[in-house]
């Protein structure tokens, strides 16, 4: 096997794998990169057993042969090389790796001991890879990393007539991004770890889903991934979102960030870093008070709704979270003091995030 | 006491302190930022009881009264704030922080308790401040941060007829810059932790030194800080600069830099990361060895002295630390295969790194 490729388009592939595939684990086998050759190029593939996922490189190929290195080194060493081009050769057991006036040998492993990865060739449906992306990651952050429930450490997606929708949950708080979709796929849970490998891996052009038992399989033109689903039931989360809004605020989300950052640092880190939020008479007044000190900022909003003044607290972790993808206006809407509200875009956009309120 | 000061001079003085003052402390008063007034503006000061600083920032003060504060909460408060310009006041036990919509109190601590800090009016030598930042820097690297030996862990200064010489050493290298400077300073050992917050204090102008009883005061026209000095007797590090130079080669800092760390990829963590240095007919070869492999990188080189060849291994670490400091091209002049080297700019400069050889 001799090989051609570019060092650009080699590198960017093993960037992906070299995030999926463990730099150490109790079975060794794991730590390689399985690399299939034709004569069109290279497709590199690597599993953590939670994610299995496959890349295509193009290169020019001799005498293709296929074969496994460690993943992490043979990374690193392409991403040091000083030239454009690397060529790469099996001699034996080894892996010559030249660039520019650098040649190193990387010594191959056992290319049949390798667990067998398989990807499914049709395609149940299809969704926008770029869609798909921005939604997962503007609900990610609801999902917990260590939650005692599993469902909570999933994103789950939903399929609607028109559209789809991406939910995720810690039981304190609600994400939830729609966005345009067609064709009738399944509901299913996503780990919301392998859902930040799918944001990465999605760019544009098409995610083509394959449904397997306990499995998605997603094809994008670069790469292919298979992810274990999460079995359970996701909460009823639209029995909280409040339907009863009965005062409305709107204001920049930027200002909003940075006076909840401000007043934060003196917030009570036991207590839930708890904010105030007063509204009334077309303004709204953060307030924080710890041990150090207290903390005020009033912000001009423009004001809606029944009711002329409301008063509420929420964690001030949890509204910066539940701004972070929201841009231009924010749209904050509230059913009481002591029920959940809305944070969402003033523009719509899809975006919603319910949250609940501390005690009074 | 009320002042007016602009955010950005506030913020910069508190974000020197912010690096000596403690976070926690088993002592609260250390955590504590000292605030002195007078009609002209705010003296900033702080302890770690290693380093004391003390930095001014102008300001328009009614009433001065002098005050201390959380040192960690009140930059952070500062830094957040939205507006430009900050208003200050002591209302009884309060400081109140406001700025555009936004209004901080903080608790103020007991003035009288906080040890007193104090800074020398006059100076014995003066040096160029922008030149013992950059000699101070280049040499850092060598000095160890937990070397059993308390020399290591400091960084020598040498005041010479019309120069002045920083060297730190962890047994295994020695760095040195000689930068030009006149006075009749002392010979003394800075701790290389509190050389780092010198480092990033002096910016232009004259660093001005005061001698105290194990202790040295350097003050610019910003700040003024006490320092700790080291006792001891620092190694007689002339003897290991190699004078019989057999072998000498010149080439880009950056090209040697890049390859040693593509090289070292595969080296042996565990043998000191040992890359081999393989000099023949204008050509660097390095090698580097390890479990999974073996790498060689060839680079060209404009070779000088006696010996028409040799073959040394050096730590790759210790390598790129020489030529960190390095710019445009570097010289490596070898005196043999088990003896030291010298890395140094092509050009002068007045720095050099000398460094042990591993065994062949």
New interface residues.
Partial sequence: MKANVTKKTLSEGLSLLERVIPGRSSNPLLTALKVETTEAGLTLSGTNLEIDLSCFVPAEVQQPQNFVV?AH?FA??VR???GELVELEITGN?LSVRSG???????TGDIEAYPPLSFPEHADVSLNAEELAKAFSSVRYAASNEAFQAVFRGIKLEHRPESARVVASDGYRVAIRDFPASGDGRNLIIPARSADELIRVLKDGEARFTYGEGLLSVTTDRVRMNLKLLDGDFPDYERVIPKDIKLQVTLPAT?LK??V???A??ADKNANNRVEFLVSEGKLRLAAEGD????????DVVQGGSEPAMSLAFNARHVLDALGPIEGDAELLFSGSTSPAIFRAAGGGGYMAVMVTLRV
């Fill in positions: 460690p080194l690193q060493i040091n090389l000083g080894e006036g650098s040649d190193f040998k990387l010594q200002a940075e006076a950052n401000r007043v640092v003196l150090y000190g207290r903390a005020q900022d009033t912000l």
